[in-house]
């Protein structure tokens, strides 16, 4: 779709009148007549009607002028990026077979009287597989972190009576019990019905057990946490259900025996949790498939659409119905060409025809408006004609094969908006999004697209300084904000080494106004996958590429503020203490922080002076009268140390707020 044209000049005919009629007094009061009828209102309809056009005229030069050089380097308007969630579906009841959610399974959120059913389309099939257990190890840890296993016949849980030792006889943090699966069952919800002994989980608190599911990842990922919805044991205190939610599996080998493995390991203890006295007793397990996780996609699919017949002319441009159309798949999404008499033809989509040659079957798809075009012709100087791709015979039929529409910020949907399953499938009893859905975006403006062309044309489709890393990498979905750290001149033991690129990613989270935890900054197994392959293919050759999260440092902020007279009232007061809390919590903010309110800039000091100036303007504080930062790491019970009145941070490093506390005097 071409770049649109604004006007320089936007005033109409009417608006051109009013304003001459509205001059009439200060230049000739005498005249007073202003109805239309009056001669002088016909000559002034009259000249609005020819600077009407004249202005016309002018609003096609200048800027349509910049406009068309855009598109020459090849600038066009970004299409709508379409926002993915992962989709959970539940199961009715454990099935004894496989149950598959085909690829393309449309599901939506809740239509209402004032907003449409925003639709997402599963991107693969999800097949959910009935568990086939090969065995069970114990893996304890022993004095001098020397390891010790154990292997354990399942079958004899099946004789009254019989029960087996989990973890070591003195449960030790690191001790594991490991479950072996026959088949994959990556992304599947496991219900893991547990009987044990009463006594099994002496010593902790059930409400916080200090235990983790992890799945086997294979080397380099290793063991990955799993999501617990739900777990009626309480760490191994009484029977009943642990419901997983698992991520991706690979097969390995423990002990000789290959396959896929889920492990419950036993953690550090914190005063909360306490620590496990013996260790419990399984008296019988029953593990059953409730459902499976699948990722979708905020677009509607299109299947075999008639575009025409063709009329055996080059540049011939045909009309998809659906737009705006999302990215495509070159295996799944292309052009049909039917000659009569002959078999399908598939044709390529190209980015535009610079390379193709006649006889290419190639396309291009404008994704703004859905206008697919084909190669067109160019006299040469000798008379002959180049033909730039090939041409289809008259009267063959085009059609294609499949294509997406939709996307947009709209489709940034909260957790548990995706509650409806638009086509019913066997067995399957309801749907959710246990996470937010993230990545949607626009169609680009005309002023981005001007604001891209310089950072367009430095890039181009390689990855040299660290902008073009950057800006490379904010087109990624997911990714809000990235910082490309390079070698310095005193490098520290994390800067990198020559040749090494080190891109530090912020992931895009839901609520960013709000106190956030660690588990917001982790980068997804997808994020990073995403990010390699869309930098791999650009990036120098003999480089390498390192994808990490920043380095976080969590900041606390104890104030005493003087209030003003007339913020002593308690209902006033309360409503300070809030504000000064907010505007501390959107302030030391890696996403909307800072000075400029654009996300903490990465590796800049926090000086406790600009802390200061943030509380004294808030309304209803006279001064601050005492103010301390303090850090600690996430997770730990370590007290807070305090900071002095600069806190550096490492050229990877943002700051996030942690607990602030806020006395009023």
Known sequence: MPLPTPNLD???????????????PRYTPEWTDHNVSDPGVALIELFAWMTDMLLYRVNQVPDKMYVKFL???????????????????YLSAAQD????????????????????????????????????????????????????????????LELAGNRLVMF??????????????????SMHVLALSLQVDVAGGAGVDPRDPPIEWQVWQGNIAKWVTCEVEFDATGGFNTPGDVILHLSKMERGAFQGLTAYWLRVRLTNPTPSSGTYKVSPLLEQMVIESRGGTVNARHAVTVRQEQLGQSEGTPGQAFQLSRTPILSRDPSKDFLIVQEPGETS????????????????????????????????????????????????????????????????????????????????????????????????????????????????????????????????????AGVARSKCVTPSEQAGRNDPKPGQVVLVVLPEVENVEERMTIDDFTLSAELR?????HLDDKRVLGSS????????????????????????????????????????????????????????????????????????????VEFVEEIQLLVREPGSNEVPRPVPARLSLSRDGVVVSDVHRITLL
Do not use: C
């Not at 070591?168 to 069952?185: K, N, Q, R, V």
């Open 168 to 185: 070591s006889l003195d449960p030790t943090p690191g001790d594991a019990f490991y479950i072996a699966f026959e088949e994959d069952h």
């Open 10 to 24: 936007d005033r109409k005919f009417q608006e051109i009148v009013d304003q001459a009629k509205r001059l009439i």
């Open 529 to 533: 996958s995403a990010l390699k392959s």
């Open 345 to 476: 033809e598939f044709w390529s989509e190209v980015a535009d025809f610079a390379d193709s040659k006649e006889g290419d079957p190639h396309y291009t798809l404008d994704a703004q408006d859905g206008t697919v075009t084909l190669g067109p012709t160019l006299l040469q100087s000798d008379n002959s004609v180049y033909l730039f791709g090939k041409i289809p015979s008259k009267n063959a039929s085009l059609r294609f094969s499949r294509y997406q529409h939709g996307g947009g910020v709209i489709g940034n949907v909260p957790k548990g908006a995706l509650s409806v399953l638009r086509s019913s499938i066997p067995y399957v009893s309801r749907i959710i999004n246990r996470l937010a859905a993230v990545g949607g975006a626009n169609a680009q403006s005309l002023e981005e697209a001007k604001l891209r062309a310089p950072q367009s044309l430095r890039t181009r489709t390689r990855a040299v300084t660290a902008d073009d890393f950057e800006y490379l990498a904010s087109q990624v």
């Open 545 to 620: 590429l390192e994808i990490r999260a920043p380095q976080l440092t969590w900041v606390s902020v104890n104030a005493k503020l003087r209030l003003t007279e007339r913020a002593s009232d308690p209902a006033i007061a309360i409503e300070v203490r809030g504000n000064a809390e907010k505007a501390l919590y959107r302030y030391l903010n890696p996403f909307i922080g800072g000075p400029q309110h654009d996300g903490w800039m990465f590796g800049r000091d926090l000086h406790i002076s600009e802390v200061n100036a943030l509380l004294q303007r808030v309304p209803g």
């Open 71 to 89: 598109e020459l380097i090849g600038v066009k308007l970004e299409p709508p990026r379409a926002a993915v969630a992962p989709v959970t579906f």
């Open 97 to 156: 077979g496989v149950v598959s959610v085909l690829e393309g399974t449309e599901v939506a959120t809740v239509r209402t009287e004032t907003s449409e059913a925003i639709i997402f389309s599963t991107e693969e099939t999800l097949v959910i597989r009935p568990p086939a257990i090969l065995g069970a190890l114990t893996q304890s840890v022993r004095l001098g972190g020397e390891q010790a296993w154990l292997k354990h016949d399942l079958r004899s």
